[in-house]
């Protein structure tokens, strides 16, 4: 009965690589940083696109412009962050 199991073990280990591929990931020590700066981002342009919305509601349509374009850049800032956070993992990839 233990010879089958040795049989059977050794033909697995045969029949399959030693070592294909080993994925070692660790976390990402400034996805947190990377995310708190995302959703300041955030927030700084919901503001700001509240702001844009006041002044044209005063006629004030230059400063609104302005606090648009204002937000449109905290939101694309927002979202390079956030790509940020995501893509800079720790993985280490061992084999092939």
Known sequence: M????????TALLAG??????VVI???????????????????????EHQEAQRRAAVGDYQGAAEAQRDAHRDWRDSH???DRAGDESGAVVIGR
């Open 2 to 9: 233990r010879s089958t199991y040795i049989v059977a073990l």
């Open 16 to 21: 399959s690589p030693a070592m294909g591929q």
């Open 25 to 47: 990931q660790t976390p990402n020590p400034d996805a947190a940083r990377h995310e708190q700066r995302s959703m300041q981002d955030r927030a700084d342009a919901q503001w």
């Open 80 to 82: 390079r962050e956030q």
